[in-house]
């Protein structure tokens, strides 16, 4: 990590590991995708593991931007008392199709928010990932 100082505040660029274990270490995260000349933002429950971020989803709106435009970003972030920090995955989304590889995501265990049948695993192969923390900063 790098920091430098702004006023009060620290700001501190992660490394890709440090980016990696805050993924590995939370659960509710925002995917970004584009379809149709349209941004969307959706958030997620996820488990990230072996540099992939993976969800669950049904078929409907989500799967089918996906699937018009893999390209997708995912974002990560978290506030304590005097901190906050921001982690974002640049990357290509496919549905996993191997029933082997269906099985060990079962293990993850990824409750999805709204319930409902969610047979999709979605793997976010990432091409880039950057984060940064900022200390010092006021919450409100």
């Not at 920091?3 to 270490?25: D, H, M, P, V, Y």
């Not at 709106?61 to 921001?86: C, H, I, R, Y």
Request: with cysteine; aromatic share 8%.
């Amino acid at each position: 990590m790098t920091g430098r100082f702004e006023g009060s505040q620290r700001k501190e660029i992660l490394s890709a590991t440090a980016c990696w274990e805050l993924l590995e270490n939370h659960r509710l995260g925002r995917l970004a995708t584009a379809a149709d000349g349209r941004p969307d933002i959706i958030p997620v429950n996820y488990r990230a593991q072996d540099h992939t971020v993976y969800f669950k989803s049904a078929e409907g709106s989500k799967l089918a931007a996906l699937t018009v435009n893999p390209q997708v970003a995912f974002e990560v972030d978290g506030m304590s008392e005097n901190a906050a920090w921001s982690v974002v995955v640049h990357g290509t989304a496919t549905v996993v199709q191997s029933f082997g590889e269906m099985a060990i995501l079962d293990e993850l265990g990824i409750e999805p928010w709204e319930k409902g049948a969610k047979y999709n695993y979605i793997a976010i192969t990432a091409d880039q990932v950057t984060g940064r923390r900022l200390s010092g900063v006021e919450t409100v």
